[in-house]
């Protein structure tokens, strides 16, 4: 892991006068400035107010910075979807939180009242009131105050930086793999993209069951860490075919599952890595929008494919206990916070391996 310290110029924009909180915010594409700003008022019933502690980078935040937002917005907009902090006020009405109790809170500002929040389905919500970060204000702030019931606490011994990754990284990963593709113990999974921060976990989700990993990556240096992680089979989709290297190394049979969230660029060649029957998991398409498919090709090869977004306020809490029994995350790089540019470039860049963490 890289730890990178802030230049001395960052240092001084970091002193914020009293009576103000420092807020990373996008003023316009690819421009984003340290600005001093008001706190948020108190805490109302129902309500709490937490310092941030540590920042997890993801796409959504490249995909927000390049401009790429899918419902109005509004700037300047606090950047920021994935964090951990401390409860530091609580409003009336607030059971079960106090001052001081360790958190992560929820990315995205759901209703809490429709039929989908009712059964514990947060992520399909009826009447989101947007995801933070990219649609309202995010967690890239020192204070936010949000309703309390959508934070969840961090278990004892699991660190601000490693559950700054739990409420969309590991997440994500629990709803795709088990709510979803039904992954089971000793069954074979192909991760695409497996030096992604979604990618790592998904490996060691994986290898923590049992399974047989096949994943991608895109240099032999990613090559050796995703072995180290566990991995049985490692290819370089620069230097061979991933889908003929599956069907070589499984008989021609295919695996049982597939991890996918890059898109068009490799979704077919993900289908054909599938055995009979088997099961595509995919949640996102970082390398567009649109892909074809064969549908002779799903139908009788009986292949299931199933879309994932985001996760549960179940999945967070099941992420944070896998953190807690050892299954930590990989991280790449750790940067104060008037680095965050540097960290969405490095994250652009893909020549990361793990998570980006952003820390306070």
């Known amino acids: 892991m890289t730890r990178l310290a802030p230049a001395a110029e960052e240092e001084r924009a970091a002193a914020v006068p009293a009576?103000?909180?420092?807020?990373?915010?996008?003023?316009?594409?690819?421009?984003?400035?340290?600005?001093?700003?008001?706190?948020?008022?108190?805490?109302?019933?129902?309500?709490?107010?937490?310092?941030?502690?540590?920042?997890g980078l993801n796409h959504i935040d490249v995909w927000g910075w390049r401009g790429m937002a899918f419902a109005k917005r509004k700037l300047p907009l606090v950047v920021g979807a994935e964090a951990a902090g401390e409860v530091v006020a609580v409003g009336s009405d607030v059971s079960g939180l106090a001052v001081g109790n360790r958190v992560v809170p929820y990315g995205a500002l759901t209703c809490g009242v429709c039929k989908a929040c009712r059964e514990g389905r947060d992520n399909l919500c009826e009447s989101p009131g947007g995801i933070m970060g990219f649609h309202i204000d995010g967690f890239a702030?020192?204070?936010?105050?949000?309703?309390?019931?959508?934070?969840?606490?961090?278990?004892?011994?699991?660190?601000?930086r490693d559950a700054a990754c739990a409420p969309i990284a590991f997440a994500t990963v629990q709803h795709m793999l088990f709510d979803n593709a039904k992954l089971e113990p000793g069954e074979s999974i192909l991760v695409q993209a497996g030096g992604s921060g979604i990618g790592t976990v998904a490996i060691k989700m994986a290898k923590a069951i049992g399974c047989t990993v096949f994943t991608t990556v895109g240099d032999d240096a990613k090559a050796e860490k995703a072995k180290a992680l566990g991995a049985d089979h490692v290819i370089n989709y620069r230097d061979e075919r991933f889908e003929g290297v599956v069907r070589k190394l499984t008989a021609k049979k295919g695996v049982d599952v597939v991890f996918e969230h890059v898109g068009p660029d490799t979704f077919n060649g993900s289908l054909l890595c599938l055995k009979r029957g088997g099961r595509l998991v995919t949640c996102g398409s970082t390398s567009g929008q649109s892909t074809n498919l064969n549908l002779f090709q799903?139908?009788?090869?009986?292949?299931?494919?199933?879309?994932?977004?985001?996760?549960a306020l179940r999945n967070i809490r099941e992420g944070l206990a896998k953190m807690a029994s050892g299954l930590t995350p990989v991280i790449d790089t750790e940067l104060p916070l008037p680095d965050f540019?540097?960290?969405?470039?490095?994250?652009?860049?893909?020549?990361?391996f793990g998570k980006i963490i952003v820390t306070f």
């Open 19 to 55: 009576g103000c909180m420092r807020a990373l915010t996008l003023i316009a594409d690819r421009t984003i400035e340290l600005r001093e700003t008001a706190p948020p008022p108190a805490p109302g019933p129902g309500e709490a107010q937490i310092a941030i502690k540590a920042l």
């Open 141 to 160: 702030r020192d204070l936010v105050t949000m309703p309390a019931r959508l934070l969840v606490p961090i278990p004892p011994g699991v660190s601000f």
């Open 298 to 311: 799903l139908y009788t090869q009986q292949y299931r494919i199933f879309g994932s977004f985001g996760a």
């Open 341 to 352: 540019e540097r960290a969405l470039a490095r994250l652009e860049s893909r020549q990361v």
